[in-house]
């Protein structure tokens, strides 16, 4: 199997990242999509909400998603809390790929990602190894030009034969940040992310403070 795996802080999940994680795995022919949600153990990045609630959010929305199935008819999307169950200091990608390479041994494996990444890559926990070790689709986001970001890097570039790039084809500038933002200053953000998440946002008050 050609398996993805999309590691994001999802918080929330919007349309952009279901839109990537299809579109990436019609072309990219994958036989599954693994989405694993950061933990709020993570050093580099605060999260604006609980793991129990950036999980739910991401159940709600792949649960919207059942007719998208594989060759084999098995569902193309699946959940991984593998980050949010590890200890502290082991939530890094390496740990992610370590752990994924264990469970599917004979399988290729890739991490998805969006270009925007590729800035502080090499700064990566065991990035050496990561980025040896492991391959990478990466989906271009506007303002993050790809091959160039790649270029400008010592480790990216001698690793290049591990990024796998794409281009969406479409200008795509939804973000969790600009949904969290209109939750604070009573926008509405429907139809940026599943309404099913949007409602478990409401009902249990995420993203107001
Ligand atoms: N519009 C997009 N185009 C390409 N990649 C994207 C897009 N949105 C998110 N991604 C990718 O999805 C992954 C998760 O991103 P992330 O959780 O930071 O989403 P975000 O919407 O940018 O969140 P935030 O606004 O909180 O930073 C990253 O690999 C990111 O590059
Ligand atoms: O392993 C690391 O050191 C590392 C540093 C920054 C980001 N990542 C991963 O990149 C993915 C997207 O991260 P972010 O910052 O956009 O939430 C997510 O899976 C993170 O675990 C990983």
């Not at 004979?106 to 925007?116: A, Q, R, V």
């Not at 790039?165 to 604070?184: A, C, H, L």
């Amino acid at each position: 199997m050609r398996i993805g795996i999309y590691g994001s802080s999802f918080d929330p999940i919007t349309y952009s990242h279901l839109f990537t994680a299809a579109t990436v795995a019609h072309r990219r022919r994958l036989d599954k999509v693994i989405f694993v949600p950061c933990s709020s153990k993570r050093h580099d990045k605060k999260m604006q909400t609980d793991d129990v609630h950036r999980l739910r959010m991401l159940e709600l929305a792949l649960a919207t998603c059942q007719n998208k199935t594989n060759s084999m008819g098995n569902p193309l999307f699946e959940i991984s809390t593998v980050e949010m169950t590890a200890l502290p200091g082991e939530t890094y990608t390496y740990d992610t790929m370590i752990h994924m390479r264990k469970k599917y041994p004979t399988d290729e494996l890739f991490f998805i990602m969006g270009s925007d990444l590729l800035t502080g890559m090499s700064n990566w926990g065991n990035a050496e190894k990561l980025l040896s070790e492991f391959h990478f689709i990466v989906m271009s986001r506007e303002g993050y030009p790809t091959a160039d970001l790649i270029a400008e890097d010592a480790l990216l570039r001698n690793n290049d034969e591990h990024f796998h790039i794409m281009s969406k084809g479409i200008n795509m500038g939804i973000s969790s940040t600009y949904i969290r933002d209109e939750i604070r200053k009573g926008g509405d953000p429907s139809f940026l992310l599943p309404d099913e998440c949007l409602k478990y946002i409401y009902e249990q008050g995420i993203y107001r403070g």
